[in-house]
């Protein structure tokens, strides 16, 4: 079986080194092949640069395992097919000028084993581009990944544990299949809204939960981008960063429509996640607040747009103590010698010369701090 010939696995041949390599059947044909494969760095590790593209293919296949359905006996025989014969087309390559080398697993065999064990993963980990990359942009139309996404785990978040806990359970729940709602954090700037939102995402990424952000200026695309994630084998964050509107935009209506407040209701694999400054997201304008003959019911109407997410969590600026226990946890974690004391007094220097305390503010001083003992200097602020 030539590889032009592949049923279920034939999006590899859009690759155009793997394509190069289907054709490769003359000496000018062999010769572009040889050309991108070096372009590509593969010379040396051809069959896994090859393993690399079927594991992370979107097919028939791949897709009905992610979503733990029934995968057909033709689906899956014709799978296994094409599996087979990439493994034949690769043992048989004479290898002139490259290094066909060997599979990673689970393609050590390419065999029954090989979709077995590919079986499993899809079922546990999603498929396809969700298998590459744990979060994503929503640009044009289209799910462009992160590709240096935030690592922050929970136990890099310090204070803030009853916050943290009711964002958690919602979450848990969310992936779980259980009862959810779409959530809003707000409180002060650098209190760790938008870095809870990451943390939780990593924490529960084995789940097949991945994020999407969408800027705030193309919130008007929501509706397409929900109905896009809906026939997605996986769970999904939309996630709006620091959010606001003025009570004249456009957004304000689509928003809340697109939270439960359209007949389509909850996409049970899609949660929108917001943070913001404001508890109340749409900027209100006294003027025209004044020259409204409702002013009560305009008011109303906007108020009732923070409310249509289920769940509010407030990030509250930090006092002084809970300010210098961040950093006190913080200075931990890093392995700082300078004596507490010491730390602590210019930690406070530290807020008040940077315009604050915050969570933020406590980790910016600690790496300062971590540079200047690393370079044996003193800590000047």
């Known amino acids: 079986m030539k590889l032009s010939n592949l049923t279920v696995l034939h999006g590899i041949l859009r690759d155009p080194l793997i394509a190069a390599f289907a054709a490769a059947d003359g000496k000018k044909s062999r010769a572009q092949f040889l050309r991108r494969l070096y372009e590509r760095g593969a010379e040396t590790a051809f069959a896994a640069y090859v393993a690399d593209a079927v594991l992370t293919d979107e097919n028939a296949f791949s897709r009905a395992c992610a979503a733990r359905g029934r995968v057909s006996s033709f689906v899956r ?41 590919l079986t499993a993963l899809y079922r546990k980990s999603g498929y396809g581009r969700y298998l590459l990359h744990n979060a994503f942009r929503f640009r044009a139309g289209e799910l462009v ?15 803030y544990e009853r916050e943290k806990a009711e964002v958690r359970d919602n979450f848990e729940n969310f992936v779980r299949g259980l009862p959810y709602a779409d959530m809003l954090l707000y409180g002060d700037r650098g209190t760790g809204k938008s870095s809870t939102v990451h943390a ?42 620091d959010f606001s509107l003025q009570e004249s935009d456009d957004r304000v209506s689509t928003l809340k429509a697109a939270l439960q407040g359209s007949m389509e209701g909850h996409v049970g694999n899609v949660m929108i996640v917001a943070t913001s400054n404001r508890r109340h997201i749409v900027e209100e304008n006294f003027s025209s607040r004044m020259n409204s003959v409702h002013a009560g019911d305009s008011e109303e109407e906007l108020l009732s747009l923070s409310d249509r997410f289920g769940i509010t969590v407030l990030f509250a600026a930090t006092n002084k103590e809970a300010y210098l226990a961040i950093v006190r946890a913080v200075a931990a974690d890093a392995g700082l010698r300078t004596p507490a004391e010491t730390l602590e007094a210019l930690a406070e220097r530290w807020a008040l010369v940077h315009g604050g305390r915050s969570p933020r503010r406590a980790r910016q001083f600690v790496d300062y701090a971590y540079s200047c003992e690393c370079k044996g200097r003193e800590i000047e602020v």
């Open 77 to 117: 025989e014709a799978y296994l097919t094409d599996i087979r014969a990439i493994g034949e087309a690769l043992g048989e390559t004479e290898e002139d000028g490259f290094r066909v080398g060997r599979a990673p697993s689970p393609f050590t065999g390419w065999d029954e084993t090989t979709v077995r064990r």
């Open 145 to 159: 990944p992160i590709l240096s996404p935030s690592d922050v785990t929970l136990a890099d978040l310090k204070g």
């Open 200 to 241: 939780m995402v990593n924490l529960f990424s084995e789940q097949k939960l991945r994020l999407v952000e969408i800027a705030k200026e193309n919130v008007l695309s929501l509706p397409e981008l929900k109905t896009r994630l809906a026939d997605e084998p996986m769970k999904f964050i939309v996630f709006i960063d």
